[in-house]
């Protein structure tokens, strides 16, 4: 089976990337799940009712997030309603939200996505690594599918965590830092990788911030309001190949689509 996970949606203009683009790579792919990062997807932090119920609408089936989950106060309510939603796995048990779920795929193929969140540089949660394997071991019992998101700073943890789970899961796909990386992969046991997936929104942008913004801050040191950039919009994402009977799989390929009115 053929399964498409976007890198992280950049606003309303990642938002309409999604919409213009998705629909055509179902096609050339034949896909039969389509997952995204969507923690930056309103105003370029955090995630309301709204665009998730647009981007499910534009074709999307499961959305995961990370350290920017909780930046809309509304999503604290929305996201132990909507379970197509996920925060990382790796948050207190306590927070709103699950962190895994099992889903159902266009051919009816049951599909496993974990969301975790690293630890380096980044907020001091529980172990990515531990958890990972509790969820897998759970998630296991109903399919063999299993996606993970890492959505973490450093490349080390995301590599480590990729040939931690090497075997475990079908894929260790990582986010966060907006920047695709060339080293996809099928690791020894059957596990597709990738350190970061990059980003769906503007590209003549600092990681989907307007550059004048970003300069001015980095310059004077002086607080600045990041407003999301709106040129050069592009998707980039992952097609993964997975063989169905085994979870393992066979196949990673990096996309980059342009909008075609850019």
Known sequence: MNVLFIGDIVGSPGREAVKQI?????????????????????GGSGITAGVAQELFAAGLDVLTSGDHIWKKREILEFIDRE???????????????????????????????????GRVFMEAIECP????????????????????????????EKVALGWYLDGKVSAVLG?????????ERILPQGTAYITDVGMTGPFDSVIG??????????????????????????????????????GKASAILRLQKKLAHE
Request: aromatic letters at 6%; proline letters at 4%; glycine letters at 6%.
């Open 83 to 117: 379970q197509r939603i996920l925060r990382p796995f790796n948050f207190p048990s306590s927070a709103p939200g699950q962190g895994w779920g099992v889903f159902s795929s266009r051919s009816g193929i049951k599909v496993g996505i974990l969301n975790l969140q």
């Open 129 to 156: 690594f531990k958890t990972s394997r509790q969820a897998q071991e759970i998630i296991s019992q109903e399919t063999k599918i299993i996606i993970v998101d890492i959505h973490a700073e450093a490349t080390s």
């Open 22 to 42: 998705l629909p055509g790579l179902k096609k050339e792919y034949d896909l039969d799940f389509s997952i995204a990062n969507a923690e930056n997807a309103a």
């Open 209 to 246: 911030r307007r550059i004048e913004d970003v300069l001015a801050r980095f310059i004077t040191a002086v607080p600045t309001r990041f407003e999301v950039a709106k040129e050069n919009v592009q998707l980039q994402g992952v097609v993964l190949d997975i063989d169905k009977d085994t």
């Open 175 to 183: 986010t966060h830092t907006h920047i695709q990386t060339a080293d």
